[in-house]
């Protein structure tokens, strides 16, 4: 059984910094690639961050130069850094790893960006 859960989520104001995490049960968590999507109402599921096992990083375009993923092996956690919090940032923020040919997604922890 393979399991993701995210924390860290809140109401934050606008150009501050939230830490999200994702904590995996997983086998060979090391060599696993994960990433965090995100979810605002009214629109669809976004990959923003992933990071492979040999902790190669992409981003999407949007949110390159803000958001900064990293990985704690020996802890089986992902983090999602994000700083300078904007609007359009307010959404549902999930954590996902592969596992046996399949995906795995956390719960999600929601993002609210106050103005």
């Known amino acids: 059984q393979a399991q993701v859960s995210e924390s860290g989520g809140g109401l934050v104001p606008a150009g501050e910094s939230l830490t999200l995490s994702c904590v995996a049960a997983i086998s060979r968590f090391a060599s696993r690639n994960v990433a965090w999507y995100r979810q605002a109402p009214g629109k669809q599921r976004e990959l923003v961050a992933s990071?492979?096992?040999?902790?190669?990083?992409k981003y999407a375009d949007s949110v390159k130069g803000r958001f900064t993923i990293s990985r704690d092996n020996a802890e089986k956690t992902v983090l999602l850094i994000i700083t300078n919090l904007k609007s359009e940032d307010t959404a549902v923020y999930y954590c996902?790893?592969?596992?046996?040919?399949?995906?795995?997604w956390g719960q999600g922890t929601q993002v609210t960006v106050s103005s």
């Open positions: 996902k790893t592969e596992f046996m040919g399949g995906d795995v």
């Open positions: 990071i492979d096992g040999n902790s190669v990083t």
